[in-house]
């Protein structure tokens, strides 16, 4: 399952240069230096793939409470099928409701202070650009964070998030270095790509919850239970 959240990012890097190509494009990257041009895009990156690796650690953890419960089975067969039926959901209807609303506020303060960032050039600039970043709505984003919260673990949750910012830097690198070099034909042909791997990946995740037995793909026993010897030994 780790795969899919490289080849979410990979497939999701040709969506963020449309949505975050223009504040790549417009990082105060040093020219004249190539060494400190190098060091300052790793910065960029380091703050994206941080950021994303921390909200994998929130919903992993979301995701490790469930499986308390014993419901991990249940919860990979839920993200599944949610996935699914969000990419089922023709655009129209789902942009009618507009769930970002709550949220509209939080990513206006993002990109104030994302603005103010891009005007400077000191060490840190380039670390909290690309954090702030990493903050912003994105629908591949969402869909990899379905897949931390599949995990069921903390560090398998932020791992997978990880993976998912690692799979955007090299389409993204090449974006800032080239601009938007994509024709527009390329894009529309890989975007139509996406959602059916997200249908795929929808379809693994219930496959796995369905506990069928198959080595790796669907085990029998996904719950780890821990004994707790003591726990009754309450006098």
Request: aromatic share 12%.
């Given at each position: 399952m780790l795969i899919s959240a490289i080849i979410f990012g990979l497939l999701g890097s040709f969506h963020c240069v449309g949505m975050c190509g223009p504040?790549?494009?417009?990082?105060?990257?040093?020219?004249?230096?190539?060494?400190?041009?190098?060091?300052?895009?790793?910065?960029y990156h380091a703050g994206r793939i941080l950021t994303y690796s921390v909200l994998g650690l929130i919903f992993g953890a979301v995701g490790k409470s469930l499986n308390l419960f014993g419901l991990q089975q249940q919860l990979s067969i839920g993200i599944g099928v949610l996935m699914i039926?969000?990419?089922?959901?023709?655009t129209k209807l789902f942009?009618?409701?507009?769930?970002?609303?709550?949220?509209?506020?939080?990513?206006?303060?993002?990109?104030s202070k994302m603005g103010a960032n891009l005007?400077?050039?000191?060490?840190?600039?380039?670390?909290?650009?690309?954090?702030?970043?990493g903050l912003l709505p994105c629908g591949l984003v969402y869909m990899a964070i379905f897949g931390a919260l599949a995990t069921g673990s903390y560090w398998e949750g932020s791992l997978y998030m990880a993976l998912f910012g690692l799979g955007t830097v090299p389409l993204m690198t090449t974006a800032i270095?080239?601009?938007n070099?994509?024709?527009?034909?390329?894009?529309?042909?890989?975007?139509?790509?996406?959602?059916?791997?997200?249908?795929?990946?929808?379809?693994?995740?219930?496959?796995?919850?369905?506990?069928?037995?198959?080595?790796?793909?669907?085990?029998?026993?996904?719950?780890?239970?821990e004994q707790v010897d003591s726990q009754y030994n309450c006098h």
């Open positions: 504040i790549a494009f417009l990082l105060p990257l040093d020219r004249e230096n190539k060494t400190k041009r190098i060091l300052q895009l790793l910065s039926v969000t990419i089922l959901i023709p942009n009618s409701y507009n769930f970002s609303k709550p949220i509209y506020r939080l990513v206006g303060k993002v990109k005007k400077k050039k000191k060490p840190s600039t380039f670390f909290t650009i690309g954090y702030l970043n270095y080239l601009g070099f994509l024709t527009k034909t390329v894009k529309q042909r890989v975007l139509k790509l996406i959602p059916a791997f997200v249908v795929v990946v929808g379809l693994l995740f219930i496959i796995r919850g369905l506990g069928l037995g198959i080595p790796y793909l669907s085990p029998s026993n996904m719950v780890t239970v």
